[in-house]
């Protein structure tokens, strides 16, 4: 029995519950793995996630790790085509924050644990639920057996295969995109430094960004001809698989090796496969509810809006999701009426995913492949748009989602 059951210690159910348990909540999380994930999706944390993140006392410690990424570079043909500071977004975190999302979550949990180190039961996995109006009923599995909660609130964080939300039932609009991409993590040489920098060649987009350690990831648009070494069958991994780097073994080490060539070939950059830490195919497709509040169950994050990666905005969305969420929820525990705060919150967050599917969509056309004629004028174009600074500032607030 609590005020509120959390479904998902992601990094949003974890942000979450820090907002409630400091509010003087009662709130239980059901996490399903007994061990906190290790692999790094997600690494951009926006300025708006950070100044709600700031409000649980997160922030802080995540910015003394992440390296915080205050320019974008664009290239093409050898040139830089267009820059993009973000000094301009923000007075208190005017960069984009650059974290593996496995240290994100480890600060979360944390702040969890300083709040109440009893709240988070891992390896406790939701199988069922019932809501009878007044109260729900979690049925879950863990090691030990069976396991039975009940509060008057449950909240599903629990990622792109939510359960929640298949056992809810509720229509989905989804989307299914052509783009597939590779990403790894390697030891850094390029002197880029803190900057973002974005390499529009013809057979693909190319991105790379800042780690913390002297560190880079690179993601490369996969043409449709593209073959990759390694064991995984382009295709058949989606949104949110991932999978961990081993550039010893065998297909992986192949796949660093493919995408250390595609950088070669299409940013003239040399990096080096056998620094590779973290490799991850993915494919891209949208899924959004139309439904984020039914009855005592409300669906967050991933679990509620499932978006592009390309761009970084699923994790900030979730974020601001549970922020606009948490007083909600803390006036409903003090008996207020809070149904039009909820609707209100639905229609808003529901608009806030749209357009981050929206943005995520002009960020993958902008990496497709293209013709060498159709490149050339494509990115002057580029050059011509970005040398506008009202234009440029613009589309640095819609990149920091502002
Ligand atoms: C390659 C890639 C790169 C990305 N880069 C970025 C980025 O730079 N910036 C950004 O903002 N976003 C990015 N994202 C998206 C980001 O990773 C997700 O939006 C984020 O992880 C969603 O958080 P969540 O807590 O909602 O879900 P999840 O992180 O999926 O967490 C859900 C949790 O619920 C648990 N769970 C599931 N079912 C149950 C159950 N039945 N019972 C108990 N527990 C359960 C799971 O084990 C998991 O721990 C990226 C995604 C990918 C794939």
Redesign the pocket.
């Known amino acids: 029995m609590a005020d509120v059951l959390i ?7 974890l942000f979450m519950a820090s907002l409630l348990l400091q509010d003087g909540i009662d709130v239980q999380i ?4 007994s061990a906190p ?1 290790p692999h790094s ?6 300025p708006p996630a950070l100044a709600a993140l700031a409000g649980t006392g997160v922030a802080e410690a995540l910015v003394a790790e992440g390296v915080p990424i205050r320019r974008g570079v664009a290239l093409g043909g050898g040139k830089c085509l267009a820059q993009m500071s973000f000094a301009g977004v923000s007075d208190r975190f005017p960069f984009i924050l650059s974290l593996p ?1 496995s240290r994100t979550e480890a600060l979360l949990e944390r702040r969890v644990n300083e709040h109440d180190d009893g709240a988070l039961h891992r390896g ?4 069922r639920l019932s809501d009878d109006g007044a109260r729900v009923t979690v049925e ?1 599995v863990s090691v030990s057996g069976p396991l039975h909660y009940t509060a008057p609130l449950v909240i599903a ?8 939300r298949a056992l809810r039932g509720g229509a989905l609009r989804m989307k299914e995109y052509p783009d597939s991409y590779l ?1 790894g993590d390697f030891a850094d040489n390029t002197g880029f430094g803190p900057d973002a920098a974005l390499f529009l060649a013809g057979a693909g987009i190319v991105e790379s960004f800042p780690l913390p350690g002297q560190r880079r990831r690179w993601v490369a648009r996969l043409g449709a001809g593209d073959v990759t070494a390694g064991s995984l069958t382009i295709g058949d991994s989606t ?4 999978t961990p780097g081993d550039s010893a073994a065998g297909g992986q080490g192949g796949d660093a090796r493919w995408l250390m060539r595609c950088v070669r070939e299409r940013t003239g950059l040399s990096i080096d496969a056998g620094t590779n830490s973290m490799l ?1 195919r ?1 494919g891209v497709r949208t899924r959004l509810t139309r439904r984020m509040v039914t009855g005592r169950v409300v669906m ?4 509620a809006h499932e978006v592009s ?1 390309i761009g ?7 974020w601001l999701d549970a922020a606009a969420l948490a007083p909600i929820v803390s006036a409903a525990v003090r008996g207020q009426e809070v149904e039009a705060a909820l609707r209100t919150f639905e229609r808003t967050r529901l608009r806030a995913a749209a357009r981050a599917t929206r943005q995520a969509e002009i960020n993958m056309a902008l990496g497709r492949p293209l013709p060498d004629g159709l490149l050339a004028a494509r990115n002057r174009a580029i050059g011509g748009v970005a040398a506008v600074p009202a234009v440029n500032a613009l589309i640095a607030r819609r990149f920091t989602m502002h």
Request: hydrophobic share 35%; charged share 20%.
């Open positions: 479904i998902g210690a992601g990094p949003v159910g059901l996490e399903q793995r994930e999706r997600a690494i951009g944390i926006h999302q406790v996995r939701l199988t879950a964080a629990d990622g792109v295969r939510s359960t929640v990403m949104t949110g698989d991932s991850s993915f967050i994050g991933d679990a990666p970084g905005q699923g994790m900030n969305l979730g």
